[in-house]
Nanobody, 127 residues
C-alpha cells in the first residue's frame, strides 16, 4: 500500500522544539518533492514547508521561516520537519504530501487538488 505516514507530534511549551517525520511506505521517496502542511482548528489547511526531490531546494512560509527546517533522508525513506522556538499559533494537525516542487505555487496546487491526506500528527504548543 502506497502511503505517507506522519509522526512526531506532541504537546510542548512555547519556545520548545519538536521533530516531525513523514515516512513513505510502498514507494521510494527519492523521486518526490515533499511538503508539510498544517490545519489549525477552524482554519483552512495551509502550506508550511517543502523540499525538492533532490534536496537542493526548500520553501518555507513566512510564518515559520527561520524557526523550522525541512530535511530528507532517502536511505530511510523519510522527510523531517525540525520545529524550533514553537509558538501557540503553531498548534495544528500537521500533514505531509508529495509536491511538484519546493515553491509556494506548488503548495497551492496540492492544497487545491490533493485528496489523499493521511491522519496527520497533532502539534500542540502551550503558552
Amino acid at each position: 500500500q502506497v502511503q505517507l505516514v506522519e509522526s512526531g507530534g506532541g504537546l510542548v511549551q512555547a519556545g520548545g522544539s519538536l521533530k516531525l517525520s513523514c515516512a513513505a511506505s510502498g514507494f521510494a521517496l527519492d523521486h518526490y518533492g515533499i511538503g508539510w502542511f498544517r490545519q489549525a482548528p477552524g482554519k483552512e489547511r495551509e502550506g508550511v514547508s517543502s523540499i525538492s526531490y533532490n534536496g537542493l531546494f526548500t520553501y518555507y512560509s513566512a510564518s515559520v521561516q527561520g524557526r523550522f527546517t525541512i530535511s530528507r533522508d532517502d536511505a530511510k525513506n523519510t522527510v523531517y520537519l525540525q520545529m524550533n522556538n514553537l509558538r501557540p499559533e503553531d498548534t495544528a494537525l500537521y500533514y505531509c504530501a508529495p509536491v511538484p516542487g519546493a515553491t509556494a505555487q506548488a503548495m497551492v496546487v496540492i492544497l487545491d487538488e490533493y485528496d489523499q491526506w493521511g491522519p496527520g500528527t497533532q502539534v500542540t504548543v502551550s503558552s
